[in-house]
């Protein structure tokens, strides 16, 4: 089983930053952060799979947010940069274990981000 606890959310202003940290126990082959602002479906907007620390991002966030791992791949983090009002939002870590199946199905508590002036 994995657990996976966020922190670092917080209210910032447009263009300000925020890094995000997701602290994992257990094994976890592939960690993502997603969002879920009012009314919205959860969405992805980064993983990397640990192994290879390759990295993925929604297009919405490429450029400004980085997703990355500690040396011991024990906690994952999400910088983001050149946030905007629309960045506002609930952000979720989750993990899968294996690289089958694809789907994420240990979650965080989640941590909120707003951005705001």
């Known amino acids: 089983q994995v657990q996976l606890v966020e922190s670092g959310g917080g209210l910032v202003q447009p263009g300000g930053s925020l890094r995000l940290s997701c602290a994992a126990t257990?094994?976890?082959?592939?960690v993502g952060w997603f969002r879920q602002a009012p009314g919205k479906e959860r969405a992805l907007v980064a993983s990397?799979?640990?192994?290879?620390?390759?990295?993925s991002y929604t297009d919405s966030v490429k450029g400004r947010f980085t997703i990355s791992s500690d040396s011991a791949k024990t906690t994952v983090y999400l910088q983001m940069n050149s946030l905007k009002p629309e960045d506002t939002a609930v952000y979720y870590c989750?993990?899968?274990?294996?690289?089958?199946?694809?789907?994420?199905?240990?979650w965080g508590q989640g941590t909120q981000v707003t951005v705001s002036s």
């Open positions: 989750a993990a899968r274990s294996k690289l089958f199946p694809s789907s994420y199905d240990y």
């Open positions: 257990g094994r976890a082959f592939a």
């Open positions: 990397i799979t640990l192994s290879v620390s390759s990295t």
